[in-house]
């Protein structure tokens, strides 16, 4: 049964780090894209970022970027997110998801990934807060 698992979350103080993590199991990461996807208290989904694993290639939210560092673990199939500088709008369940979608140009460059969520795991709460 293919399987994802998130672990890491938790109460943090804005400016504070955490690094989530999501064990894969009964797939490898390298056949597909991993995607991180947020959902904060009375929103909707929200994509945070996208790594090809295979590749290494990355893609991040505008929200996010420079502040959270997406990677993978092969060996160990698992899928990463490292969190700093957090923001109390940071603050959602964060799932991890098996993605069959692809990142969006425009003339200007990156202009946001299309997923396709092939499997998700059950989420971790992030809260950040003083």
């Known amino acids: 049964e293919v399987q994802l698992v998130e672990s890491g979350g938790g109460l943090v103080q804005p400016g504070g780090s955490l690094r989530l993590s999501c064990a894969a199991s009964?797939?490898?990461?390298?056949?597909?894209?991993m995607s991180w996807v947020r959902q904060a208290p009375g929103k909707g989904l929200e994509w945070v970022s996208s790594i090809f694993s295979a590749s290494g290639v990355t893609y991040y939210a505008d929200s996010v970027k420079g502040r959270f560092t997406i990677s993978t673990d092969n060996a160990k199939n698992t899928l990463y997110l490292q969190m700093n500088s957090l923001k109390p709008e940071d603050t959602a369940v964060y799932y991890c998801?098996?993605?069959?979608?692809?990142?969006?140009?425009?003339?200007?460059?990156?202009?946001?990934?299309?997923?396709?969520?092939?499997?998700w795991g059950p989420g971790t709460q992030v809260t950040v807060s003083s």
């Open positions: 998801a098996a993605d069959q979608g692809v990142p969006r140009f425009t003339s200007g460059g990156f202009a946001g990934w299309e997923g396709r969520y092939a499997t």
């Open positions: 009964a797939f490898a990461l390298n056949n597909y894209a």
